[in-house]
Structures are given as structure tokens and as C-alpha cells.
């Protein structure tokens, strides 16, 4: 497979709170994961990179073939695991008190996709020459909007975009989303934090995708758009490409 991972600080802050990765399993499967730390600069750096850590060392011990079911079990405890350590973290710390963190993770085989997410950072599935958003904000204004208090408009511009209804680690138990996809080969899989959806519409990241330019080419001008905007926000991305690696190289 053909892969892309980028974060970046942005133009305002001082320290980046989100973290992430493209990690491999003994068995040639891919996990991309987009985490965005929240509760202080400190706090949010804990929070996103012990879940980033904790998935990878747990992703890339796995030796077994997966199935979807396998799949997405693995990504529940994990997330329900990881989700328990970082509650009791930031309870034993002062410091770290109020720490947690968005969430979205996909584990990639030759056939199958299963994504997983908790809080407002995205998945995308490229297909076809179409972008298709395959999670759903958990923030109070995606629900303000759901039920037709917002039009989109208003939701786009809202100064409260921020609030997650939400996240991993703030809670003792969690609820996490999950959807399983087919795919197949030149399909693509898009994680994002909100530093770049708020930003980059999502008709510009289809553009972008549509280019006859290089992945890791498309994926530093969705993240230079989202600088060129303002940068007020950390922006991290993703991308996991469904093509043998030795034509990802061509």
C-alpha cells in the first residue's frame, strides 16, 4: 500500500497537541490513526500520544489474519482499553486533569477497511474519483445541526465549533462508531484532524485527490491550504492508499 502521514504545528500555536501514524502488523495489514489532543497544551500532547503509542505497540504485535469481525473487535477493546488508561492518568496527575483526546483509527487489508472514531477528527473514503465522509462529527454543533437548530452555513462559521459531545479519556466508559467498508484497488482511506477540516472544504480535498500529482505532493498542499487559511489549529493527516507499494513508487 501506498502511504502518507503528516502533522503539523500551524501558524498560531506553540506546541502540537495531535499525533498519529501508519503502522504495520506482522501480517502486512495497515493502521492509520489521527488522535487531537485536548486540555492544555501538556495535557492534550499526554492524551494524544499514549493513545497513538498504545494502538501502535498493540497493532504491530498482531500475527493473525483478520477478518472484519476480528478487525473491528480488536479496534472496540482497543479503543475501550486505551480509553481506561488515559482516564486513570489524568486522575492520578494534577496536571493532567481534564485530558483527552478525538480518536479515529482504520485498519487496512487488501479487501476491507474498518474505521473507528471517537470526537470530530474525520475519515474519508476516496472511491472513484469521489470523496465520501464516512464519520460523523461527535460535537454539539454537528447535533445542533442534525436537528435543524444550524444550517450547515451556520455550523461552518459557529464560534463553538470546538465542543465535543465526544472524546477518549475524559470518561470512565466510552462510545466509539464503527463502520466496515469494501475497497478496492486505487481507493484510498483520508484521517484528518479538524486543524485541516476547518479549513479545506471537502470538495477542495476531492480536488486535490484528483490531481495527477504524488500522494505525499497532494497531502503537503491540503496541509499548506489549511496554513495559508489562518493556521490557527494543529492539522494532521493520513492517507492509506489500496495499491501494490511497488507502483506507489513509480
Known sequence: MNTVFLTDTGKVREHNEDAGGVFVNKTGDYLAVVADGMGGHQAGDVASQMTTDMLRESFEGLNETLTPDKAGKWLERAFQEINE??????????????????????????SFIVITHVGDSRAYLWTDQELQLK???HSLVNELKKSGQLTAQEADNHPQKNILTRALGTEVSLKSEQTVLEWKKGDAVVLCSDGLTNKVTDNEIEQTLSQQSSLREQAEHLVHMAKDRGGEDNITLAVVENIPLEEGLM
Do not use: I, Y
Not at 86 to 109: D, I, P, S, Y
Open 135 to 137: 464519520t460523523e462529527d
Open 85 to 110: 488508561k488515559v482516564f486513570e492518568q489524568a486522575g492520578k496527575n494534577r496536571h493532567l486533569q481534564g485530558m483527552g483526546t478525538t480518536l479515529v483509527a482504520v485498519v487496512c487489508t487488501r
